[in-house]
Structures are given as structure tokens and as C-alpha cells.
């Protein structure tokens, strides 16, 4: 006799059949709706595979919060590495997450450890690692695809630009030299580019690739394709599917799209329910509002957490849809006594303010009428103030236990 299935049935205790296809590093086997750019990325790195060490290729990928740049640069990576090996040629594909590794040396020293695990590297200067690098390359006779993600974060600071023209250009002085490494920059808009010199700007924008955010449509095709890897068949209905691909469509979002489904996935475990209903789907969106979604909110450090709770409380207080840096100048100093922090100068403020900004938890924009001069106003995008406050509260008691505990 086969399996009893209506004892499995009865024994289910999830919907989940694997739960771990749901999480946030795990990239699928296809990319659905995202051929094209894979193609344009395997156009552009060719020449890697036909005329190895022949020239460098560098090229970028934009795109919004969760349009799946990172996902496609894995994958792109991992493809590369396999017809390379089916060519014999020597690829290594390196991911660094420049939020993660704040600074040049810091990815240079992952960069080399990868190729010479215990070589000693404290102490040296960027301009010595580059040249460390380009040594371990030659000497294990390695390519190098490295890809840096979350870029905005490295080009905010000024000495960074010269470091990508440095890795662009490593082998530019030598003659007829190999060259070794390709380059993949990923990042949320063009803005970055400002910071480059022209050369180096040329090299970029001749290589962009763009992702535009996912339609409904497409969130839809996304959720389907996951549910099959993750869930039990059918138990989870179209008309949720339909619901949270509606809800993630406001920002392109598939991340959101496959956060929510996770999260309704739990709700309905967590009723003893076997079909993941529209309502389960309800509940997850009111635990997140996307801008202050863990994954973003547990990066930051400790004081643009307290720059957040002072706009969240600067907004409550003045029961404004606006606030202006003067408003929020006063209650950040009061917040950093209340915990116990040495308020920053007010440039230092303003660039955690910008750093909020780009996270796309805040949003500025320049006065117009009804202020006296130019001044920049500042609100919280889709979130409530109180519920950023609540929520950056908790945060920062955590904090402040383990500190504690520290001591
Ligand atoms: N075309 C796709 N097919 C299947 N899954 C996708 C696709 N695009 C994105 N995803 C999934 O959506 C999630 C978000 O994608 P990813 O992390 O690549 O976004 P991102 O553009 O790097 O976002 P961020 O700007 O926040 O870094 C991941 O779990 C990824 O696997
Ligand atoms: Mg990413």
C-alpha cells in the first residue's frame, strides 16, 4: 500500500513544505521575468569567456528596493563561474555587500583573504592591498567578477570613487598586461555617478542596466513560482496571491511581496489553518510597513536610529505633515540625553538625515512658500509617526540591554 494520505493530511502541522525557499538570501534557480537583463549581463561579460584577460568590463545594475538586483547578480555570478569552469578557465565570482564591508581596505581585505586565507594584511594602506591583490591574482592566475552591491553606500564616501577607478584601472600602466578583474556595481540610482571623474563615468554609462519595479502581473508570476517551492499544494488561494501582489505592486517591490506571503504562511500555521486566506495576508501587511521593515531597520546604527525617533516625534508633536531641521534640532537634543548620547553637530545630523533618505525611510524635499527662505522639510514616508516611534523605541531598548549586559 502507498502512503496514506489522508493520515499525512491529518498529521500536516504547516503549510510550509519548505520554509527555507521564503528566505531573504536564498535565490531561485530561475530568475522569472528577468531574462532579458541576464542576457545583456552575459552580452557584456563575454569577451571574459572568448578572450580572457584581454580587457576589463565593467558595467552597473540600478534599480528600486527589491526589483532584484542582488538575486540577479548572484545568479549572473554563479553562471559565469560554470561556463568558465567548462572552458577551463580560472573564474572566481566575488559578492560584497558594501553596506555590510563599510570600507576600501575592508572589501580589499575580503577580496584577497578569499584567494590566501592566512595572509597577514593588518596595517596596510588601500594602495598597498590593491597591489596585494593584483600579486594573489597573478599568482593563483585567477579571474576575478567582483560584484559590489549596495555601491551608494561606498560612493558616499569621497575617497571611494578613486578606489573604483583604481580597481578599474589596476593593469592600465603596465603594457600588454592580463587583465584579471571585472567589476559589477550595484546600486539604487544614478546619483552616485556624480561623483566620478569623466573617465570613469564614460566607462559606467555606456554599461547600465536598469530594472524597472515589478508589475502586478509580474509579482504575481514571482509569488507562483515560489509558492510551488515553499508551500504544501494548494494551500495557498489565488485570491491571496491576487491581494498581496496588489499590495507589493504599490512599490515594485518583490521582496515585500514574498515577505507578505511568508508572513500570512505563519498567521495561518498559527490558526491551525490549512489554506492561507486573504485575511492571513491582512494581518501580515499590518505587521510591516515597508519602510521600517526589520531587514532595513536593524542596519542602522545607533545614531540615526535616534535621528528617526526625533523626526517620528518632532512629526507627532507638531501634528504636521512636514517638519522643518529647526524643529527637529530641538527634540533631537532631548532624545540624546534621554539616552544618554552626546548630540551630534548639525552637519553630522544632516547626513544621517540623507543616509534616512536613501534608505527611502524618510523623504526631504526644499520649501516653497510659507517658509522664510529655503529650508528643507522632512516627513516619514508611508508609516505612521507613532508607529516608527513605538517601533524604534523597542530597538533602542535593546540597545541599551546590551550594553548593559556589556558592562
Ligand atoms: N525575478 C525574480 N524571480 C524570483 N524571485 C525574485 C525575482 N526578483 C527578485 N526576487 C526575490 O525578491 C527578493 C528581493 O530581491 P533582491 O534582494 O534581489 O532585490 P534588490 O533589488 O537587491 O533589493 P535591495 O535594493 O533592497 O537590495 C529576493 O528574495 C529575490 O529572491
Ligand atoms: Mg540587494
Redesign the pocket.
Known sequence: MGINIVEEELGRKSVFMNEEK???????S?????DAELRQLAQFFRVLMQAPGTCSKTVS?L????????????RFGAFLEESASLRNINLKYIHINCRKQKTNTLILTTIIRNFSPNIPLRGFSTAELLYLLNEVLEKNNVFLLLVL??ADYLLRKNNSADFIYDLIRLNDDKLNAIQRISLIV?G?TINYYNLFDISTLSTFQKNIIS?NK?AIN?LK??LW??IEEAFYEGTVLSETVDLIADIASQWG???L???LLWRAGKYADKNFELKIAPEHARKAKGDIYPVIRQ??VKTLSKQQLLTLLSIARTLKKENKAYITMGDLEEVYTVICEEYEEKPRVHTQLWEYIKELEMESIIATKISSKGYRGKTTLITIADAPAKIVEKKIETILDKYSEKQLKKT
Open positions: 521564503l528566505s531573504t538570501d536564498y535565490v531561485p530561475h530568475l522569472i521575468h528577468r545594475i534599480g528600486a528596493v527589491g526589483t532584484g538586483k542582488t538575486a540577479i547578480a548572484k552591491d549596495e550595484i539604487k530594472l515589478y509580474q508570476d514571482i513560482a515560489r517591490d518583490a521582496r511581496a514574498l515577505d531587514e532595513t
